[in-house]
């Protein structure tokens, strides 16, 4: 059983930036892509990053891009999102998640963890 656990979220001002932090126990970390979802009020999980097993790909939503970093240390077993520059519609709740290979698609991870709340305002 794989348990992910979100940190880091809160509330911050147009243009403040956060780091999400998502700690993963229960298998091996460091065989398994990561990725971060978010979902707004009333709105569909969307895509926003992630990161394949050994850190060598990256993938990004385009509204995040060039804003948005993907990061992950395996000897923490720890994925990261450092989010700078952030927008009001960067609100939502953040969760991060596991699967086998690299996706862009939620149905590509196994795993999720409960989320945390992001909320930007301006």
């Known amino acids: 059983q794989v348990q992910l656990v979100e940190s880091g979220g809160g509330s911050v001002q147009a243009g403040g930036s956060l780091r999400l932090s998502c700690l993963a126990s229960g298998r091996t970390f460091s065989s398994y892509a990561m990725g971060w979802f978010r979902q707004a009020p009333g709105k569909e999980r969307d895509f926003v990053a992630a990161i394949s097993a050994g850190s060598s790909i990256e993938n990004y939503a385009d509204s995040v891009k060039g804003r948005f970093t993907i990061s992950r240390d395996n000897a923490k077993n720890t994925v990261y999102l450092q989010m700078n520059s952030l927008k009001p519609e960067d609100t939502a709740v953040y969760y991060c998640?596991?699967?086998?290979?690299?996706?862009?698609?939620?149905?590509?991870?196994?795993?999720w963890g409960q989320g945390t709340q992001v909320t930007v305002f301006s």
């Open positions: 998640a596991s699967g086998p290979f690299i996706a862009t698609i939620s149905a590509g991870f196994g795993f």
